[in-house]
Each structure stands twice: as structure tokens, then as C-alpha cells.
């Protein structure tokens, strides 16, 4: 199965900062990531998919990058709407399952 | 705009049957697209359970995979979420998704792209 692992797990930052959360598959997964968005007691939003891809209404702040086993998000200017947890997808391979990284929560400094 | 509704008890007994169905409306489930389920206990990430295809095909996440059976109803338009003999390990909001073809770095990926809200069920006695 494919393990995927976040770092930070957790980061303070300010409105206006840029941030960056990464991402890492136990194995290559081509492009195959997604990155999730979620607030406290709402559905996780789709964000980022093929690893780079920025889906339709997403603010173009946010950005995607990486491929094999090594990702990131960025938030080029962190504002008050993004303080949330992210969380990383494989949608990779199917025998194990289309994991979910642990998730990084960004909060108030 | 497709729109996705779960229901079902949000209380079960441990060792019984915890049932889910989620209701589409805005679009097709005979659409090309998978209907997955997603989990999170309370506090915690999220974890995969299956999907399937209008036509009957489905996935599971193999540590589920004994206890799970997810089935689609084409006439009602919904899908539907089995788990037999849960535990309190099994309590958690429970998700429906849409997952699309999405064009990018070159070729399609399946992405879940709209969710519906969640439904938190509960195993306890």
C-alpha cells in the first residue's frame, strides 16, 4: 500500500505570508496527487489534482507542484479564508486505496 | 450543479450494521464518473472506504474491504454504504463524492469534486 506523510503537521502563519506544506509518497506516484481543503465541520474542497492542476473557482494563490514521490502546496499570500487543514491525496493505485495524507492544520499567529 | 445528500441512522449498536445512502441530484449517476465514501473519525484525518461505477464495479480500501459492500440504485438515482460488524473505532462523519475525469499534466485523473456534507454515525450500545 502507499503511505503518504505531511510536514509541517501543524504551522502559524500570518495574513499576507506565503506557505508551504509538503507532501511525500512511500513510492512513485507519478502525478497522481490532489490537495484538499477543509474547515471545521464542512466537506473536505478539492484544490489542487494532477499534482499541479488548479481546479475551477480556486484561487490562483494556490499552487501545486512536484511528481514521483515529492509535492507541494503553496499559498503565495496566506489570507483570512485559508486558515484550515490541508490534506494530500494519492489517486494512484487502487489495490490500497486512494490514501490521505495525515494533514498540516495553518492557523492564526 | 450536481449536489450530493447522505442519510441514514446516525446511531448504531456495536456488532450491527451501519447503512448510508447518498442521494444525487444535478446530475446522472450513470454519468462517467465513480461515487466513492470517505470517513473521519472525529479529530482525526480521512480515510478511503471504496467507490463504484454506475455499472456495478467497485473498490475497496482493503482494510475495509471485509466488512464493506457499497451498491448503486440507478433508479433512484443514489448509492449506498454498508459496514457489518462495527465498533466504536468504526465512529465517524461519513462522506459521499463525485469523482470526474479532470484534464491535466496530460492525461485524465479521477479527482473527487464535489462532496456532500457529511453525516456523523455513532457506534455505541
Known amino acids: 500500500d502507499i503511505q503518504m506523510t505531511q510536514s509541517p503537521s501543524s504551522l502559524s502563519a500570518s495574513v499576507g505570508d506565503r506557505v508551504t506544506i509538503t507532501c511525500r509518497a512511500s513510492?512513485?506516484?507519478?502525478?497522481?496527487l490532489n490537495w484538499y481543503q477543509q474547515k471545521p465541520g464542512k466537506a473536505p474542497k478539492l484544490l489542487i489534482y494532477?499534482?499541479?492542476s488548479l481546479q475551477s473557482g480556486v484561487p490562483s494563490r494556490f499552487s501545486g507542484s512536484g511528481s514521483g514521490t515529492d509535492f507541494t502546496l503553496t499559498i503565495s499570500s496566506l489570507q483570512p479564508e485559508d486558515f484550515a487543514t490541508y490534506y494530500c491525496q494519492q489517486s494512484y493505485s487502487t489495490p490500497g486505496g486512494f490514501t490521505f495524507g495525515p494533514g498540516t492544520k495553518v492557523d492564526i499567529k | 450543479q450536481v449536489q450530493l445528500q447522505e442519510s441514514g441512522p446516525g446511531l448504531v449498536k456495536p456488532s450491527g450494521t451501519l447503512s448510508l445512502t447518498c442521494a444525487v441530484s444535478?446530475?446522472?449517476?450513470?454519468?462517467?464518473?465513480?461515487w466513492s465514501w470517505i470517513r473521519q473519525p472525529p479529530g482525526k484525518g480521512l480515510e478511503w472506504i471504496g467507490e463504484?461505477?454506475?455499472?456495478?464495479?467497485?473498490n475497496y480500501n482493503p482494510s475495509l474491504k471485509s466488512r464493506v459492500t457499497i451498491s448503486v440504485d440507478k433508479s433512484k438515482n443514489q448509492f449506498s454504504l454498508k459496514l457489518s460488524s462495527v465498533t466504536a473505532a468504526d465512529t465517524a462523519v461519513y462522506y459521499c463524492a463525485r469523482k470526474s475525469p479532470h484534464y491535466g499534466s496530460g492525461s485524465y485523473y479521477n479527482v473527487d469534486d464535489y462532496w456532500g456534507q457529511g453525516t456523523l454515525v455513532t457506534v455505541s450500545s
Open positions: 463504484i461505477y454506475h455499472s456495478g464495479s467497485t
Open positions: 513510492q512513485s506516484i507519478s502525478s497522481y
Open positions: 444535478g446530475g446522472s449517476i450513470s454519468s462517467s464518473n465513480w
Open positions: 494532477a499534482a499541479s
